[in-house]
RNA sequence: GGCGACAUAGCCAAGUGGUAAGGCGCGGGUCUGCAAAACCCUUAUCCCCGGUUCAAAUCCGGGUGUCGCCU
């Protein structure tokens, strides 16, 4: 079993400083667990290491996609443990760092992506079918899978879809639904979780956008729009990249944008200690401040010693 | 000092006698192929005192506060 170490947290809490110096002191490499900064040319808004930091330590899954390709959780796992394997093969330390829960799900959990990948004019020819109406959505779910339509809101039809793409694609009940999660047996998950008091941690969050925008967030922006991409595009579903190209094309200017910016990374952040809170086995570790916190960082290096599997 | 209007949750706000809409924000949660996505839940007794009434956020009197106009 590899040992892995996993650095969770929500965003501006601090993980990329604490993850390059772990990767430092311990002879690791870094995967990220983001699923924006894994997409080349938005570097501003998903807020990337710095070529500076990236220099520390070796990272990989940062700017590696091309956001025009379709990337999903699935293709994730497969990259994500390809280099996890290969980090430890050559005798370092992997150290998996990000805040997409569900990335963070595809290594800890033996998930299982075998299932078709998704077929967007399926799912648009299933809900046109329904009559674009949840109410009636649901009920073919229901009919197909009675505990999987327990467990997703009728609201929902996204997730809807996709369940209902599945089981009309052959598979007779969604296993994920039983409420069994296997731990992936391929790694020892070391997991930490980095956590600020929530005023602080919205107080970084803001001064954060405003950062991003003197770092020049308009112009790259501007950039990805003259590239021809569009607002279907992953890159415009980043939080900063939806908001200011809506200020934009409705006439405003990009600085009308920050007050929603700020908004909806608050809310991102909190969503992702939702999610990290589910973890059993997480190791939380509180941060303070804008200074390198020794007394943190050692508490994270005797938690992966005690965490970890010995030869 | 006078006249008038208003006073409902953190904010905006409906309700004009029958026991508090809605929106936003906050907080909590769900999560198996776009996840920085999609979705769900929660949040007040109506400025204070007294009166009328079976019953008042709603009517009456007084107080306090805010705003506007006048002197």
Known sequence: ???????????????????????????????SADSMQIYKYMDIGSAKPTKEERALAVHWLVDEIDPRTPFTAAEYKKLAEKYIDDIAARGKLPIICGGTGLYFNALIYDMDFSAPEGDDAYRQGVWESCGKDPAVLHERLKALDPHAAEVIHPNNVKRTLRAIERLE?????????????????????????????????????????????????????????????????????????????????????????????????RRYAKRQLTWFRRYPHINWVRLSGDDFDENAFSNMLDIIENGRIKE
Request: glycine share 10%; aromatic share 6%.
């Open 1 to 31: 079993m590899i040992n892995a170490v996993f650095i969770a947290g929500p965003t501006a809490s601090g993980k990329t400083e604490y993850a390059i110096q772990l990767a430092r002191a311990l002879n690791g490499e870094i995967v």
């Open 169 to 265: 694609h052959g598979e007779d009940k969604l296993a994920e639904f039983s409420g069994v999660t296997k731990l992936n047996p391929k790694y020892n998950s070391i997991l930490i979780g980095l956590d600020r008091d929530r005023d602080e941690l919205y107080d970084r969050i803001n001064r954060r956008v405003v950062k991003l925008y003197d770092a020049g967030l308009p112009k790259e922006i501007r950039t990805l729009m003259d590239m021809g991409f569009k607002s279907s595009d992953v890159a415009m579903k980043g939080i900063g990249y939806k908001e200011i190209i809506d200020a934009v094309s409705e006439g405003g200017c990009p600085e009308d944008a920050a007050e929603t910016i700020k908004q909806n990374t």
